[in-house]
């Protein structure tokens, strides 16, 4: 009686512990999954059904009739060690259609789906009732707990060994169960047959991966050391490909053809993290300065023009406020840029920190992701702020210590006469950090008369525009809003299209006033010097964002942003998924599809 008891109870936990492997094995592979699709499809459009693509496949496990528990290992061992392929490949084909809906979905269709199903399907198979505990506790819901262990044990395991890991344990698995299968079977030759054939499938099966590997084999370098690559279907050289906090960190090139044929975009040097791409520099032919000044230099001493992106110059017209005594002077002494939270990278190519560095300013950096910083030094010619001004840690946390600091009148605080705030990424912004919360944190370390230069990129007819105007306005009481757009645009456009701008703030009670730029503002640039001295014909009128600035206690509840009340992400999703095509229009897949 006590035999059969302890029998029971060793069966059922050994039931649950394995319906409980399944359940994290699945989060791990829906994780690495999640990791390997968001560098083509950026994280919005990957995310936006991949939570019912799991739901579907876990509902249809549970109500269809389920295979043999062998049968099952034997499938997903497989659809495990094909998953590198398959999530790439996949992805790239379904990408090209430029769908921000539609192809991702038909890559979670064909990867994910079958995957999730199959893991639900051999949880069934070894107690249906317990399988209700993958159900509540699916891939979704432990995915978050996990990628927290990660970070908080600072774990790199690349994609593709979680797949190929939990590939070989399911066909190890198979195996064994194969072959123990074989030892209890009453027939002779059972034993001998069954482990033969079970080690002939998993021969056979690491056989055809083997060759099919160099055929299928994805141009993803994050797991190679041989850098430079240069694609050998297109004018394209990635100098290096890093697997980091916020992403793949990517610089790459994009030449003129050795051919001398013609293609749209060239002769550019670009960053990128994941489907962002946070800057770029020109290079080659392209380099060129006011009056042939010797131009900025990466570490390899090789030339660098003018950024591709106007918006990082235009934030350097903070410089140019004379409403404050310390722009009437031209003594502004303490600089701060925010360019990083959680998700988002933002210190791009350095083109501000760089600037204010020449003009003599003292800079400090928040920078999340040290591949970003490190790249921006090696490869945009960043100049070293000094080991006490670069802090690679979430810009929240950093501004609220530092307040912190003030507020106890630590003599080592600095109040910070310009902030520059660019964090934007990948067709939007962290919504913790244009709260009013954080505002009033980082009006804390301002100087009383000093400025705030916030980027941001969308359609100034959005609600997220208008909420992000709105707060600024609550926590500074003044804004000045300009855009970086190079040539003319209608007023059509500024509500419909994509447009980035720059919001200068400030909690003086002086209204802001800019002066003309000057010759020594431009440091030899053509860009800055078209951009900075057309800066009064960029202006944005207020009325020009959202649909109705009025100001009212209806306005104020719905569009100041709260840590509370915060929509901002939700108001960004269609932004989001319209800058994903976007960036697919300008710039060509393969650059996309090498990382």
Known sequence: MSTNSESTTWTSARSSLSILVVSVALSLFTTAYENSVIPLFASVPTLKHLGHVVH???????????????????????????????????????????????????????????????????????????????????????????????????????????????????????????????????????????????????????????????????????????????????????????????????????????????????????????????????????????????????????????????????????????????????????????????????LGTGISANAFAQHGIATTIVEIDPAVYDAARRYFGLSDPGINNVFLQDARGWVRSRRAMVEAEDPSAIKYDVVVHDCFSGGGVPEHLFSIEFWNDLKTIVSPEGVVAVNFAGKLASESSQAILVTLLRAFGQCRVFHDHVEPISQEQFRSHFVNIVFFCSPSPTPLTFRPAIEADYLHSYLRRHILSSLGKREIDHAQIGDNLIWSATTEEKFVLTDAHNTLNMWQEGEALEHWKLMREMVPDVVWETY
């Open 56 to 346: 579907t496949s876990t509902a249809l496990a549970v109500v269809t009739p389920n295979l043999s528990s062998s049968k099952i290992l034997l499938i997903l061992g497989c659809l495990l060690l094909l998953a590198p392929h398959t999530s790439y490949w996949i992805s790239v084909h379904a990408a090209r259609f430029q769908d921000p809906i539609y192809s991702p979905l038909v890559t979670h269709a064909l990867v994910l789906a079958p995957v999730v199903y199959f893991s639900m399907s051999l949880a069934m198979s070894v107690d249906p009732t317990l399988a209700l505990i993958v159900l509540a506790a699916n891939a979704l819901q432990l995915r978050p707990l996990l990628m927290m262990v990660f970070s908080a044990l600072s774990l790199d395991v690349s994609n593709n060994v979680v797949f190929t890991a939990l590939g070989c344990i399911c066909l190890a698995v198979y195996g064994g169960n194969k072959v123990d299968a074989g030892r209890h079977s009453a027939h002779p030759n059972a034993r001998n047959t069954r482990s033969t054939v079970a080690l002939s499938v998993i021969l056979l099966v690491f056989a055809a991966l083997l060759s099919l590997n160099s055929a299928l084999l994805s141009p993803t370098l994050v797991d190679s050391v041989v850098t430079p690559y240069n694609s050998p279907t297109y004018p394209l050289r990635i100098l290096n490909s890093t697997q980091s906090k916020t992403g793949v960190v990517v610089v790459g090139e994009i030449l003129l053809p050795a051919d001398g044929s013609l293609i749209p975009l060239h002769s550019i040097r670009y960053l990128r993290v994941s489907h962002s791409l946070l800057g770029g520099v020109w290079i080659g032919d392209q380099v060129a300065t006011l009056d042939s000044f010797p131009p900025l230099t990466d570490q390899d001493g090789i030339p660098l023009g003018d950024s591709i992106y106007s918006a990082f110059v235009l934030q350097e017209a903070v410089r140019l406020v004379n409403s404050i005594p310390q722009g009437r002077k031209g003594e502004c002494n303490h600089a701060l840029i925010i360019v990083m939270a959680l998700t988002y990278s933002g």
